[in-house]
């Protein structure tokens, strides 16, 4: 990446839950287009992470801040994969999919052309009239993806996502996701706990410690150009490294 | 035919099979009393002929009775489906109106619809008795599920919206609303039929001599008890039909719900 211009930046950013530490001072910036990949240990605060940063739960200490100001929904374009299912059961895979757009106001044949689109490059198609309870949990978690990729946002956040997925479908969506990105260069935060994955998608790799959680360690590898050969010498060389880091999780 | 099917046939046997062993052991056990106070099932028989096709004392038949009741229930249910809700929804989405209202609402959630009977002579008059006993029956539990299911709505699909940028009231519209509605729809069912059991308590005190809960006094007055038999199974049926309406609606309006057997 040339000139590395901070998209959002998280100062001194601590969350209790009454007494349990859960971010302890956090401070880094996150990079316009960056790619960046979370990872640590179940129960760190990952999840909490990613809420304090879009606001939907108030920090305890610190800032968050997109360009000079807080983050706003309505003039941010963000777009969020939550872990846990999503989908809204009363709505047909079609209808969940097209609610960003729906809420953003796009004429019905935007609509239309671009929820077509997404369904076909997550596989959905077949299933566009089905209601969430008739499809596996898999494919709820790709009505999810493609919800969150439809609106084209400049603000992803995605936490384990692919975890539902089957090899095959994980790596064909990895790599839409990648190409997705090398278009539109949105700012992606993408938790996991697949090194691999992490590895194989992202710009920078934050390892965070065990509560009360602090970042342990950056690693980057935006040197390595995709598509990426996971079989690279460098490429194990880098996920070897984070393996070692995460070792005494 | 598939398993389905059959099982189907067979749960129609099965309740068939049960009717008949009640009115079986109900034959035998007035059989055995050889008393007016157990008229057996074609004495019972015979008076609901007499009063669908002659009428009662007073000549008003079983029809029309039956019209009087459904009309008052109907009037104090949509009172209370008109109130309930919105109220529910309201104290819902901010619960503070709800906390702080607590002691006045819930006393009134338990006094039972009879003890109403006389402050309901002294204030009302009229059809207003009536529509007020049964909206009575009727408010809370809708009120209450109403309530509740605002509670309950899932926290991550309400964030969906939010991180698209929804306004407040898209959120209520588009998320709450959809997520709610299969609960009111059961608090109305509950309502429905709380509604209906309120009938005889109701038509205590609506002066007018015409409704099945009426029909039951007359002829408790009387003594006679096979039509007042007659009153109590029509009211049965009918609470057990409208129940059963009311699930098929409901099932083929909420048909994204997932259905839970456990079995
Ligand atoms: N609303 C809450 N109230 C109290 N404690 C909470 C709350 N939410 C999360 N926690 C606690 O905060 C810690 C971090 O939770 P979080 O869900 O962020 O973990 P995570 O890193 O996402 O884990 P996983 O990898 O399993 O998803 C946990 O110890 C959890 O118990
Ligand atoms: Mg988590």
């Known amino acids: 990446m040339s000139a590395k211009k901070p998209k959002i930046t998280i100062k001194n950013l601590s969350k209790y839950f009454d007494d349990l530490v859960v971010l302890d001072d956090i401070s880094f910036d996150i990079y316009d287009g960056e790619f960046l990949c979370v990872v ?24 968050v801040t997109v360009g000079a100001e807080a983050i706003d929904f309505k003039k941010h374009n963000v777009s969020f994969i939550f872990q846990e299912p999503s989908c809204l059961p009363w709505r047909t895979v079609w209808d969940n999919v097209k609610i960003g757009l729906e809420i953003k106001g796009y004429p019905e044949p935007e609509i239309r052309e671009r929820v077509q689109n997404v369904l076909e490059m997550t596989g959905l198609t077949p299933f566009k009239d089905f209601f969430p309870n008739q499809i596996s949990a898999g494919m709820k978690q790709r009505v999810a993806i493609a919800r969150a990729f439809v609106t084209e946002p400049d603000m992803l956040l ?60 950056e690693v980057g590898v935006q040197h390595l150009l995709h598509p990426r050969d996971i079989a690279d010498p460098e490429f194990v060389r880098i996920r070897r490294q984070v393996t070692d880091l995460v070792r005494w999780w | 035919m598939n398993d389905k099917q059959k099982e189907q046939v067979k749960t129609v046997l099965y309740n068939i099979l049960s009717l008949i062993v009640v009115a079986v052991l109900w034959t035998l056990f007035s059989a055995w009393q050889q008393s007016p106070f157990f008229p057996p099932p074609a004495d019972i028989w015979k008076a609901f002929v007499g009063l669908a096709t002659q009428g009662d004392i007073e000549g008003i038949s079983l029809a029309r009775h039956i019209w009087a009741s ?34 006045v609402l819930e006393p009134i959630r338990f006094i039972p619809p009879i003890a109403w009977i006389p402050m309901a002579i002294v204030l009302l008059v009229g059809f207003s008795r009536y529509a007020f006993l049964i909206w009575l029956g009727a408010f809370f539990p809708i009120f ?43 608090g109305m069912r509950v309502g429905l039929g709380i509604a209906w059991m309120c009938i005889v308590a109701a038509e205590m005190i609506g002066g007018e001599m015409i409704g099945v809960g009426r029909l039951i006094l007359k002829y408790a007055e009387l003594i006679r008890m096979g039509e007042i038999i007659v009153g109590m199974l029509v009211i049965g049926i009918i609470g057990f039909l409208m129940n059963e309406i009311f699930i098929v609606v409901e099932k083929r309006v909420f048909r994204w719900r997932s259905e839970v057997s456990i079995d």
């Not at chain 1, 691999?196 to 959680?213: D, F, G, H, N």
Request: hydrophobic share 40%; glycine share 6%; charged share 20%.
């Open chain 1, 40 to 63: 640590g240990p179940t129960g760190c605060g990952k999840t909490t992470f990613c809420n304090v940063v879009t606001r939907l739960l108030p920090s305890t200490k610190g800032s």
């Open chain 1, 158 to 217: 995605m936490d384990e996502p692919f975890g539902q997925l089957d090899t095959s479908t994980r790596f064909s969506i990895e790599n839409s996701l990648v190409r997705l990105w090398e278009k539109t260069k949105q700012t992606v935060i993408f938790v996991t706990h697949n090194l691999e994955e992490a590895v194989y998608l992202s710009e920078r790799i934050l390892v965070l410690t065990q509560k009360p959680t602090k970042i342990k360690s």
């Open chain 2, 70 to 103: 459904l009309i008052r229930i109907f009037a104090g249910f949509a009172a209370a489906c008109a109130l309930g809700i919105p109220l529910g929804l309201a104290m819902g989405l901010w619960p503070r109106m709800y906390n702080r209202t607590r002691a």
């Open chain 2, 144 to 186: 209450i599920t109403t309530l509740l299911s605002v509670t309950r709505v899932n926290p991550v699909h309400v964030n969906v919206a939010k991180v698209f940028g929804a306004s407040r009231s898209y959120i209520i519209r588009k998320i709450v609303i959809p997520s709610v509605l299969p609960d009111i729809a059961t």
